[in-house]
Nanobody, 124 residues
Framework: EVQLVESGGGLVQAGGSLRLSCAAS????????IGWFRQAPGKEREGVSC????????YYADSVKGRFTLSSDNAKNTVYLQMNSLKPEDAAVYYC????WGSGTADEYDFDYWGQGTQVTVSS
């Protein structure tokens, strides 16, 4: 059974940092890309960043480029999203997802398996 478990969310002041983790199980880690998405209340789900551990290819949405960094620990089947210089508009539920990622952008239709999400709150 494929499982994706997010952790690391919480409350942080604007300008602060958080590191989210996505622990994956139930599939061969190198076979899939991991994507991060977020959804704020009343807004559509937005693609944030993706990484394919097999070749290290990454993608970042313009809204987070230069502030967020993805990394992958293949030994732990875990992907990390380091979020720096957080802004109030970054507040959302963050989800990780696994899929074949053919588009090269954070398109949710490229991802078949989803975690339950972790809440990120940024105070101004």
């Amino acid at each position: 059974e494929v499982q994706l478990v997010e952790s690391g969310g919480g409350l942080v002041q604007a300008g602060g940092s958080l590191r989210l983790s996505c622990a994956a199980s139930g599939f061969t880690f190198d076979d899939y890309a991991i994507g991060w998405f977020r959804q704020a209340p009343g807004k559509e789900r937005e693609g944030v960043s993706c990484i394919r551990s097999s070749d290290g290819i990454t993608y970042y949405a313009d809204s987070v480029k230069g502030r967020f960094t993805l990394s992958s620990d293949n030994a732990k089947n875990t992907v990390y999203l380091q979020m720096n210089s957080l802004k109030p508009e970054d507040a959302a539920v963050y989800y990780c997802a696994a899929g074949l990622w053919g588009s090269g952008t954070a398109d949710e239709y490229d991802f078949d398996y989803w975690g339950q999400g972790t809440q990120v709150t940024v105070s101004s």
